[in-house]
T-cell receptor, first 114, second 110 residues
Framework: DQQVKQNSPSLSVQEGRISILNCDYT??????FLWYKKYPAEGPTFLIS?????DKNEDGRFTVFLNKSAKHLSLHIVPSQPGDSAVYFC?????????????FGKGITLSVRP | NAGVTQTPKFQVLKTGQSMTLQCAQD?????MYWYRQDPGMGLRLIYY???????DKGEVPNGYNVSRLNKREFSLRLESAAPSQTSVYFC?????????FGDGTRLSIL
């Protein structure tokens, strides 16, 4: 039973255009979400998060949108750069607060073409 | 700033051999985690330790044991390695979100 779903395994976009990475979840108890970025041969690194009390969080070129009624979130990267090429994981903690274990989606491989 | 350090980075084992993967963090985090990542899969939690002295099973604990040696160190042991345990193993730590990850141990079992 996959509680966090990233249904598109890959995405290819041109440099300078927008990248939109989607994530769906099934557990209505989830109230906090994170995006991680992973390069080959490295560990995942935290990118951006959003709490369910917000519907948008922005950090530079990265914006995450949350639609609670649809149980859907998306990560927008504008403008996309070749260095953004990586695997992106959506994740949610089992409960709010410290020391909460994460449930991850399967990841989306983003390729940004020069 | 080392963050989360995992050793070794690579290891090849034969079926039935035992192995301990080491993880240490220098961020004074309370919680530590072990995940595995397989092709086409996300990260799946094997075991975690919410605080020093406690450990709990995650999603895929079978075939593994863990030890929270102290606040800094959390090791993962394979007592009798099986080919199905061929994977990349990641250790993480946190005192709140987000979790911080090491660079992984790539383990192959023949």
């Amino acid at each position: 039973d996959q509680q966090v779903k990233q249904n598109s395994p890959s995405l290819s976009v041109q440099e300078g255009r927008i990248s939109i990475l989607n994530c769906d979840y099934t557990n209505s108890m989830f109230d906090y979400f994170l995006w991680y970025k992973k390069y080959p041969a490295e560990g995942p690194t935290f990118l951006i998060s959003i709490s369910s009390i917000k519907d948008k969080n922005e950090d530079g070129r990265f914006t995450v949108f949350l639609n609670k009624s649809a149980k859907h979130l998306s990560l927008h990267i504008v403008p996309s750069q070749p260095g953004d090429s990586a695997v992106y994981f959506c994740a949610a903690p089992g409960w709010t607060g410290a020391n909460s274990k994460l449930t991850f989606g399967k990841g989306i491989t983003l390729s940004v073409r020069p | 700033n080392a963050g989360v350090t995992q050793t070794p980075k690579f290891q090849v084992l034969k079926t039935g051999q035992s192995m301990t993967l080491q993880c240490a963090q220098d961020m004074n985090h309370n919680s530590m985690y072990w995940y595995r990542q397989d092709p086409g899969m996300g990260l799946r939690l094997i075991y975690y330790s919410a605080s020093e002295g406690t450990t709990d099973k995650g999603e895929v604990p079978n075939g593994y044991n863990v030890s929270r040696l102290n606040k800094r160190e959390f090791s993962l042991r394979l007592e009798s390695a099986a080919p199905s345990q061929t994977s990349v193993y990641f250790c993480a730590s946190s005192s709140n979100q987000p979790q911080h990850f090491g660079d992984g141990t790539r383990l192959s079992i023949l």
